[in-house]
């Protein structure tokens, strides 16, 4: 069984679906647990039963945005244990995969008195701090094996105090759907302008997506006046950016059209792709990206974008979150020189390295492995 927590719509919901998808494809009966509302808006062809565990009227009576987002996950935790310990007891998984709060899981797994292989895998780029260094021992203890999907979060793994093993697989970002939704025709007037270049970013208004960045620095591209920027996504930072890009003079230039059911649709038609996050782990949006062969540029954050960049060979890295650095690296991604075409070009082929069938194999062998070893 796979289960990975979580009130909103995050990038983890639909690596643990294609995860579940592809193990069940390689010998494996796939069952996900849903604690909160994770994969209420995911549909696959596969017959993989979703387990709700806490029931809908009640998380979705939760806040999800700001600061009763964290009361609202410690919430939905409290009332979601009694119900994993006694599906634990009743089901018995063989393998269980563990997404994000794994605090939980492993708590319940522990009460249960079962004793299946965890796989621990770790989504997004854990924070470190004393309490946190304890949790992540215990956590670690309590999982047959640790997996990363970036060197960098095996390095930050480090630093949290875990010396165990930890392996590297990176995570199953590209399906076979991944190629038609870049093909789909995806309408938009600056789409369809050949006047226009568009810039796109793509994520959550949130301020780990730091999208103020990314405005500041478009805003100073004085010889780009036919670039356009398009910000794909919702969250708490709504107002607070549109009031900056009113400020920036930028209102004809800068949109936020909200959520976007296809964002590698947009990817495939924008002339730039630009990640400005102040971290990730590793940074789905950007392999997306890169798929398309769309000039990508990211910030010099934590987490995994520089790896999945190789350092800058298949796109533009600006330095750290100069706004300089970036606009720089924009207008040069904009000029579609060769150098920059190729970088793209190089980049996408390194994609094939999170194409979800050989991941599922991947993840498949660890989960075998880890079964003969029990035996």
Not at 55 to 79: D, Q
Not at 179 to 190: D, N, P
Not at 289 to 317: D, H, K, L, Q, W
Request: aromatic share 6%; hydrophobic share 40%.
């Amino acid at each position: 069984m796979l289960i990975s927590p979580q009130l909103n719509p995050v990038g983890t919901e639909a690596v643990m679906m294609e995860l579940g998808i592809q193990l069940s494809r390689n010998g494996f009966s796939s069952e996900l647990a849903a604690v909160g509302s994770e994969w209420r808006n995911s549909t696959t062809d596969d017959q993989i039963e979703v387990t709700p565990i806490v029931p809908k009227v009640v998380y979705e009576a939760l806040p999800t945005t700001g600061f009763f987002y964290k009361i609202s996950m410690v919430l939905l935790s409290a009332l979601a244990l009694v119900p994993l310990i006694t599906y634990f007891v009743r089901r018995n998984p063989s393998v269980v995969v563990v997404g994000l709060n794994p605090l939980l899981i492993l708590g319940a797994i522990l009460i249960s008195f079962r004793r299946p292989v965890v796989i621990l895998s770790v989504q997004g780029l854990p924070r470190n701090n004393r309490l946190r260094r304890l949790i992540w021992k215990w956590q670690v203890r309590r999982s047959d094996t640790l997996v990363v999907p970036a060197m960098e979060v095996k390095d930050v793994m480090k630093q949290l105090g875990v010396y165990s093993e930890v392996r590297i697989i990176q995570n199953p970002v590209l399906t076979h759907r991944s190629v038609s939704l870049a093909e789909q025709k995806i309408e938009h007037r600056w789409l369809d302008d050949p006047q226009i270049k568009v810039v796109l970013g793509v994520g959550r208004l949130t301020y780990q997506k730091n999208f103020s960045l990314l405005i500041k620095a478009f805003s100073q591209l004085d010889s780009h006046d036919e670039a356009r920027l398009l910000i794909l996504g919702e969250g708490e930072e709504r107002s607070q950016l549109e009031r900056l890009i009113q400020s920036l003079g930028l209102g004809e230039r800068v949109e936020m059209p909200g959520f976007a059911e296809n964002p590698i649709g947009f990817m495939s038609r924008s002339d730039v792709f630009v990640l400005s996050s102040r971290w990730e782990g590793p940074g789905h949006v950007l392999i997306e990206a890169m798929s398309t062969g769309v000039p990508c540029v990211s910030v010099e954050c934590p987490g995994g974008p520089i790896e999945i960049m190789n350092a800058g060979e298949y796109g533009m890295i600006s330095e750290g979150f100069d706004e300089q650095s970036l606009t720089k690296s924009i207008a040069q991604s904009l000029s579609g020189s060769p150098e920059i075409l190729a970088k793209a070009e190089l980049g996408k082929s390194s994609t094939v390295a999170y194409d979800s069938i050989e991941v599922g194999k991947r993840y498949a062998r660890l989960a075998n492995e880890l079964l003969e070893n029990r035996n």
